[in-house]
């Protein structure tokens, strides 16, 4: 038996995640350690996001296929239609149709890293 998966919240956190992945080039895939870099989050943070938006199929994830030998493969993620969609309708819903900024108290960003 399943347990039916409870509507994603859109807090500040899931919106900066999900604003990284929109941002996210098909052909260069963000990881979790990388979405932490580019949002300022921890990946306290992160990880149970991915986690509760990929049971709720508003994001993909999968195993990097080929993974260099001098680390351990990353799982990938990228918006799902589905989640594209929803988080359209969620935005235009409260009146943010825009990508949000990073809250001051996290300073700034600085370049993501891509090793």
């Known amino acids: 038996m399943t347990t039916p998966v409870r509507p994603i919240r859109l807090t500040t956190p899931v919106r900066l995640v999900l604003d990284a992945l929109l941002a996210a080039p098909p052909e260069d895939p963000l990881w979790g350690y990388r979405i932490c870099a580019e949002t300022g989050l921890g990946p306290g943070t992160v990880y149970p996001i991915l986690e509760r938006l990929e049971q709720a199929d508003w994001i993909s994830g999968h195993w990097e296929p080929d993974a260099p030998q001098a680390r351990p493969a990353r799982r990938l993620y990228s918006i799902s239609a ?15 149709r825009g990508a ?11 370049s ?3 090793g």
């Open 82 to 96: 589905t989640g594209r969609q929803l988080y359209a309708e969620a935005r235009a819903r409260t009146g943010r």
């Open 100 to 110: 949000l900024t990073r809250p001051a108290w996290l300073g700034s960003a600085g």
């Open 112 to 114: 993501p890293h891509r």
